[in-house]
């Protein structure tokens, strides 16, 4: 990447402490030399795997404010690319989706992804119960990347996730459902299968040219580390922007993301370790390739 960086629009949510949202997302994507633009759709003391936690949450109301005035600036048409994480409520996902198109208005080039932050396996939906619908009835086919981790996959679809070729269904019924014209790319993360090597995790993508696997160790960070799924999300993005190939994407992205937790166990941490792991954004010291396999 040379010359002017490229903009990222980022609506996620922000905590003080700690990485998650925004917090886990855009100090990365700057890493990799893009220019983020972040609002917070909340703003928290640090992430609510604590427990307990201090800070708002901001209407939706806010996030269009936020946007009016960006717009205002002229500065759309340079923008690249939309990212949205964690919504919180009804009227966050209309005003995301608003943002999508006001941004693609200006730029019809700009790409949208879509991390459906609705739950993971082990804690169930974590988000508002309308929120699952709303996200699939309204931010999904507007979407030309979608992020989701194994449970928000078989939640979107409503089918089970458990085999490498019933993870390939689910991603291509999930891709009939997204913007028509886009590169409809399916990014599921953290799937666990039968078949797979033991003590291993895996990431599957999914587009019109085919499909690939990265396969990575397992670390046994107990609890999981919250914040991961926001950091590939950013990342794979990140890289497919300036790759425009998604098993490339899926390579680099996933080997920063082994990087980066790699130094989170060794620091024993409950927090990622993102600033201390930058250099794994860049250049990841150990490279897990991508394996065709559709």
Known sequence: ??????????????????????????????????????????????????????????????????????EAR???????????????????????????????GANPGALYACDPVMGDVGRGVFVRPELPDLIAAQAIPEADIVTPNQFELELLTGRTVDTLEHALEAARALRERMRAGGPRVVLLTSLVR?????????????????????????????????????????????HYLKTGQ???????????????????????TREIQLVAAQDEFVKPARLFEAQQVG
């Open 1 to 70: 990447m040379t010359g002017t960086p490229q903009n990222i629009l980022s609506i996620q949510s922000w905590v003080s402490f700690g990485h998650v949202g925004n917090a886990a997302a855009v100090f990365p994507l700057q890493r990799l030399g893009f220019e983020v633009w972040a609002i917070h759709t909340v703003q928290f003391s640090n992430h609510t795997g604590y427990g307990a936690w201090t800070g708002a949450v901001f209407p939706p109301e806010a996030v269009a404010e936020l946007i009016d005035g960006i």
């Open 74 to 104: 002229g500065v759309l048409p340079g923008c690249g690319a939309v990212l949205s994480g964690y919504m919180g409520s009804e009227g966050t996902v209309a005003a995301v989706v608003d943002a999508v198109r006001r941004v693609r």
């Open 194 to 238: 039968s078949g797979a090597p033991e003590n291993s995790i895996e990431t599957l993508v999914v587009t019109d040219d085919g499909a690939w696997l990265c396969r990575t160790p397992l670390l046994p960070l107990d609890p999981p580390r919250n914040g991961t799924g926001d950091a590939i999300a950013a990342l794979f993005l990140g």
């Open 246 to 268: 998604a098993a490339q994407a899926l390579s680099l992205s996933m080997s920063a993301l082994f990087g980066l937790l790699s130094r989170t166990h060794a620091a024993g």
